[in-house]
């Protein structure tokens, strides 16, 4: 026999502490990637308890409003219609120049997916959006 039972056992040993140093190099990674790029999921009715905090709340849009004038700001209000919305999603017109479609018209009465900070702004729950990609259509 070219191996003794204590070589076996050895190799065998040897074999699993490598075997869990990958596994817990790998759920080390796992975690770290899904805390930086997870985002919590939370429902319209509770986002007002995530001000500072990056989540993703999907509802459908009830009503929509893009200010007149030079400085055009897109709203995005959710729940009850304005001035009753649960929380408004608010983009800017200097990121407007980041969509590829006009958010007021497309987005209207839509169910979407929105990532991004919960802010409050005079007593009002908002998610100020930069970018096409922090909103997601859902059919």
């Known amino acids: 026999m070219l191996f003794t039972i204590n070589t076996k056992l050895t ?6 502490r490598r075997e869990m140093k990958t596994l817990i190099i790998f759920l080390f990674v796992a975690i770290g990637l899904g805390t930086l790029y997870g985002q919590q999921t939370v429902s ?4 007002k ?3 500072g905090k990056t989540i993703t709340v999907c ?4 009503s929509t409003f893009m200010t007149k004038g030079d400085k055009k700001t897109t709203f995005l209000n959710f729940g009850p219609e304005y001035p009753n919305q649960l929380f408004t ?3 800017y017109q200097e990121d407007l120049q980041n969509f590829s479609y006009v958010p ?3 987005l209207e009465r839509k169910k ?11 007593g009002a729950v ?7 990609n922090q909103i997601r259509i859902v059919n």
């Open 126 to 132: 908002e998610i100020a959006v930069e970018k096409e």
């Open 49 to 51: 308890f995530f001000e």
């Open 89 to 91: 999603v608010v983009i």
């Open 104 to 106: 007021a018209e497309k």
């Open 59 to 62: 509802s459908k849009v009830s």
């Open 112 to 122: 979407v997916c929105i990532t991004g900070e919960v802010k409050v702004f005079d």
């Open 44 to 47: 319209t009715d509770s986002i």
């Open 11 to 16: 190799l065998l040993v040897m074999f699993k």
